[in-house]
């Protein structure tokens, strides 16, 4: 695990209130209108990657899914979120604290139905980084599995909580999936910061051949 990644967001989630974060949405709207595409039975297995403190976990608690699994390198993140959610909904999740970028516990997970990640992705710049995303994702995804990736968008914003991104279109994505992943859904999204300032991003589903 990268220890200066992860006292960076550990500091962050113990500096800030999650709805001080900015990106913290109170409906995770965009996700949740690509997850209604995913032809999915409640029962299989959601992974939310560089989940943070994301309200996307209590939307999929509190629609019955059944299999959710949280997973990021700040467990001050993870922490949070499981103090909101609750003992009864926190059970409800499994809780895995890992670097997308050198995984140990992630890549032992199979047969993942969905595979979402928001704001993850355009934090790693390193060619190196990317494809350890990337094998990690291919090994997990079930056939026909879905992927959801936010990242900001080519008009967005060049930097995160002091951290340089890389910014995509649906292109790009797409190139950087390959070809057994086929581009089903995407679309621009801008979100509005605490602060009320604006951050365009870009949202895409593929699912797996
Ligand atoms: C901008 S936040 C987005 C959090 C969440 N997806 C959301 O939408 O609220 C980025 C998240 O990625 C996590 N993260 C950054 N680098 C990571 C890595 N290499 N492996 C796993 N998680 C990482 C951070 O801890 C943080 O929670």
Known sequence: MDNSIKDHWNEIYGALDTDELTWYEEIPAPSVKLLSKCHIDKDETILDVGAGASTFIDYLVNHGFKNIIAAD????????????LGKEKESAVRWIVDDITRPVHIQNLRDIAVWHDRAVLHFLLE?????????????????????????????GAKKCSGLEVKNYDQNMMAKFLGEDFILIEYFDYVYYMPSGKPRPYIYTLFQKK
């Open 73 to 84: 390198i700040s467990e001050i993140a993870l922490n949070k979120l499981k103090e909101r």
């Open 127 to 155: 060619e190196e980084q990317q494809q350890m995303y990337l094998s990690t994702l291919r090994k997990v995804i079930k056939k026909s599995g879905y992927v959801i990736v936010a990242a900001f968008s080519l008009e």
